[in-house]
């Protein structure tokens, strides 16, 4: 939400994705409360949501990298991320996979 917000005051238009609606919502009217001009456009996206399944989550976050290019993009942040999952040695291939995938092939 930070750097949201600082890319906002820097005259940017800001892109917010993630899963929580009413948290983006929440970002989407403080940055328009101190920067009224910016547009600011929601996507509510789970990155996480189809893990270990087949076909992976890849093919949903390659859709939704797609709807999100056809705008003028100058700048990228990625925090997306999951933890607390187990040891990796425990974990199924096909999560072992998507969290690669999430953290390295998704930009």
Excluded: W
């Excluded at 750097?3 to 940055?31: C, H, P, W, Y």
């Excluded at 290019?69 to 996979?97: C, M, Q, W």
Aim: glycine fraction near 6%; proline fraction near 4%; charge should be neutral.
């Amino acid at each position: 939400a930070a750097m949201a917000r600082e890319v906002a005051r820097r005259g940017f238009n800001v892109i917010l994705v993630a899963r929580n609606s009413s948290k983006l919502e929440t970002i989407r009217d403080q940055i328009l409360s101190e920067c009224p001009k910016t547009q600011v456009d929601i996507v509510v996206f789970d990155m996480a949501s189809g893990f270990g399944d087949a076909p992976n989550t890849l093919k949903l976050i390659k859709e939704k990298c797609e709807e999100i290019n056809k705008r003028d993009v100058s700048l990228l942040t990625h925090f997306a991320g999951i933890t607390d999952v187990g040891g990796y040695f425990e974990l199924p291939p096909a999560l072992i996979r998507d969290l690669i995938e999430l953290k390295c092939v998704s930009y």
